[in-house]
């Protein structure tokens, strides 16, 4: 081999480490990309479960109250009914006083502001669980999908690295700004786009 030619080899081993490098980078912010992708997709699946159980507890929470409430009046109607048969007085107002305290319970088990457990405040806080794990839910489809691309993107800036073709490093920058994109939408807009 003359002199020319190893300069001519060198040359071209440096400008392919040089792009090798770069694509080094390239890979290496991409994982970055994927492992904040990654985290936030757990963060957000777990806000779902967290949120559901909450949600499936408050109806469960509801129902139970509900069932109290409907046992209660059906109570304070009996006692309505019987309340005209008895014609002791003092019978009367025994059964008129249980009667008007069945009446309370039930109105405080249909709505109980003070505590939020009223059957009411019951149903709003559970769809506040479901609206809550709704977005939690889409947030991660979304967190989801840009840590396949970047993942995919990984794997294209690396096959640029085995098979030299530079246009696969340009598909996998294209691949990583999809991912980027997903991941913003994921935090700002989670709704934007229906990925159920």
């Given amino acids: 081999m003359s002199a020319h030619e190893s300069m001519e080899h060198a040359e071209h081993a440096e400008h392919a480490s040089g792009e090798n490098k770069k694509i080094a980078l390239l890979i290496a ?3 970055l990309c994927l492992a904040l992708s990654e985290t936030l ?19 469960a929470f509801f129902q139970a109250k509900s069932i109290r409430r409907t046992a209660v009046q059906t109570a304070a109607d009996q006692g309505k009914l ?3 048969t008895t014609t002791d007085e003092a019978a009367r107002a025994a059964l008129q006083k249980q009667i008007d305290d069945w009446q309370k319970t039930a109105a405080r088990y249909r709505s109980e502001p003070e505590t939020g457990e009223g059957s009411e405040q019951l149903a709003e806080r559970a769809k506040h669980a479901e609206h809550e794990r709704d977005e939690a ?7 989801e999908l840009a840590s396949a691309a970047f993942q995919i993107a990984i794997v294209l800036a690396s096959a640029t ?14 691949v990583t700004l999809a991912g980027i994109v997903m991941t913003l939408l994921g935090l700002f807009q989670p709704h934007l786009l229906h990925l159920h």
């Fill in 29 to 31: 912010v991409i994982a």
């Fill in 137 to 143: 839910t889409a947030k991660y489809h979304h967190f």
């Fill in 82 to 84: 019987n309340l005209a």
């Fill in 161 to 174: 690295i085995i098979t030299g073709i530079i246009a696969l490093a340009w598909v996998s920058g294209l």
């Fill in 41 to 59: 997709g757990k963060g957000a699946q777990t806000e779902s479960i967290s949120k559901n159980v909450e949600a499936s507890n408050l109806w």
